[in-house]
DNA sequence: AGTGGACTATACAACGTTGCAGTACTTACG
DNA sequence: CGTAAGTACTGCAACGTTGTATAGTCCACT
């Protein structure tokens, strides 16, 4: 059984209540007590029971961290930065894998986690719109593409634009029949929306008419989606000369069809991807892309948090929406 | 304030304790108290407060889940997986990412999340042998490969048969001059070693003597070391007609290496990794490796842990070992 | 008719912690 | 010198849950 704050008191011979006033920083204990108290806690290995101090104040120094799967290099990275953020808050990251189902998503919103955690930051996949709205107050920040005035607090890069710019990357190297690979039609499905938004919008700035026969749907964002739009495209009547991938796994999948049929990258066909996950800086050729600013994501979404949990009331204030930057990263797979 | 089992209790009309009676499915319950019970706990909503669970019972539901790092696709496929086994006994799982740092390692094992999780599955990287013997009862199960007679239950494949196996597979195609990339000399860096070990035995046994020279470092094992590796390996004198390289990501960037300089895989080099990631099944060329049967390790893992927390006494038994099956998938880089 | 057993429900204590109220002593000040 | 303010420490209750003990009811079998 491990040593409880009894346990400590009694070997230092004080009370209960001023050993807790000890390991809590409290002001007034003199400090011959104190040194006394510290021995003891030294000499035992007091560590305090968390589930006894959350039971008294209702804080249990965790929140919970969901994104759809940690397989995906772009997650992997954001649980990372996530976690790192939270340690500097002395905060404990729960990671859960929802598999973008809408049961798994709707289970955290509705709280089954409730009492366990003391907020929530969510990649939503299959949920959309008021079906987020949180039934308890556990505070919550969604992460990524939601569209306009949620039910909470909101961290993401402009997806329009950004899809946007990589479409007039193409544009501006002279490329006229571009494709776009992670069309998706589910109403939830709001990152292809509106990343399909931004390429027609850059298509039509450079005068080009949109070919529905260029716009590849993809069931997933995975290497394999990615190969096998590109391999439809290229049996499909007249191929492209570039392509837009919404993430970059469909773009390197789409990569290794083009090249295992040996088309050239960017000579016949330039590709751009979306992400700027790791595997991109070091594939042949290595893959343009649009990278999100991931550390400021993270840390953006943490603060947040802890605003929300700072004062006691989690309703204080409306819902907030933060734009963070992107940049576009020209590499080998469009000529650079 | 959330509901507890006293409001439920008020509403139904029944003392606390058959609420909980009922929650926790206690059969001598008659079926018109139970049906009123049921009903209380839909209309408030009740949910059990995991803390007051814990602070009784001394189980949390959770265990921990430390790995170097999810960036890693290994790892984080590895993590999904322990994730899911975990589910099926509805432990939750707590990802701790110690970044391969001693001090976060030894954290872990002298046990500051102690009342928190009920046991940990660990893949260490900077500690070793007595060092993780762990001071409190918390269960423990070792993950990868860990040298003898460890203090903890460990799963892991045979790493020196699949390294010996990887490395076979390349002298099988008539390859002499076979370069190992991953080298580390730290002691801690077991997998290092025992990939080393494994690729030396092979060699031995085709006939070939061991050169010094083709046995090159990494710092880390990532794409950019992998790359660096190459590069050297190219520079300086005669250049190999093979490589095996400790890990996938290794390999991947050894790929981009060889490729940007034009040399012909598996023409020129063959290449062979280690771990069986996505990426390698996409990449041009695709990459042969070695498959540890990761669900199999995942599923263990929990068991074993599972085993150690069934009974109370988690000291029963002594640590066992297990051997997970791994498989040699020969595929473009070495000629498929 | 009496005894044992299964069934249904309850009361109470305890898990380890902290907020609050309170006690005893010291110092400061008019 | 008396009172107020500050310091150092203590005791009790409560957070929400469950294990143990217990009490009453009903039925079946001697």
Redesign the interface.
């Known amino acids: 059984m491990?040593p409880g704050l009894k346990d400590v008191a009694a070997r230092a011979g004080v009370s209960i209540k001023t050993v807790s006033n000890v390991v809590n920083g409290y002001v007034h204990v003199a400090p011959t007590t104190r040194a006394r108290v510290q021995a003891a806690i030294e000499a035992l290995?007091y560590?305090?029971?968390?589930?006894?101090r959350?039971?008294r104040s209702g804080r249990?120094g965790v929140i919970a961290l969901a994104v759809p799967?940690?397989?995906s290099?772009y997650f992997?990275?954001i649980?990372?930065l996530i976690?790192q953020a939270a340690e500097r808050r002395s905060w404990?990251?729960?990671?859960d894998?929802t598999d973008g189902l809408a049961e798994r998503e709707r289970d955290l919103v509705e709280?089954?986690?409730?009492?366990?955690i003391d907020g929530l930051i969510f990649s939503p996949l299959a949920l959309a719109g008021e079906e987020l709205a949180l039934?308890?107050g556990t505070p919550m920040v969604l992460l990524g593409e939601r569209v306009w005035h949620g039910p909470a607090d909101h961290v993401a890069i402009d997806n329009t634009a950004a899809a946007a710019d990589a479409t007039r990357h193409l544009t501006a190297l002279g490329r006229r029949r571009i494709a776009a690979i992670g069309v998706q039609d589910k109403p939830s499905a709001v990152t292809a929306h509106q990343r399909l938004a931004g390429y027609r919008t850059a298509l039509a700035e450079a005068g080009l008419t949109p070919d529905p026969a260029l716009e590849m749907p993809a069931e997933g964002f995975?290497?394999?989606d990615g190969?096998a739009a590109m391999a439809r495209l290229l049996d499909e009547g007249a191929p492209p000369d570039a392509v837009f991938c919404f993430n970059d796994l469909l773009a390197?999948?789409a990569?290794?069809t083009l090249?295992?049929r040996g088309v050239s990258v960017p000579g016949d066909i330039a590709v751009i991807g979306f992400d700027d996950i790791?595997?991109g800086?070091?594939?042949?050729p290595?893959l343009s892309t649009v990278a999100p600013d991931a550390p400021r994501i993270a840390q953006l979404a943490v603060d947040l948090l802890a605003e929300r949990l700072g004062d006691g009331s989690a309703a204080t204030g409306s819902p907030r929406e933060l734009r963070v930057d992107h940049r576009l990263l020209p590499r080998e797979s469009t000529g650079a």
Chains 1, 2 share one sequence.
């Open positions: 491990p290995g560590v305090p029971n968390m589930a006894a959350q039971l249990s799967e940690l397989q290099p992997a990275e649980a990372g976690v404990t990251v729960l990671i894998q709280g089954l986690r409730r009492h366990a039934r308890d995975h290497r394999a190969a390197l999948g990569l290794r090249l295992s790791e595997d800086r070091f594939s042949t290595t």
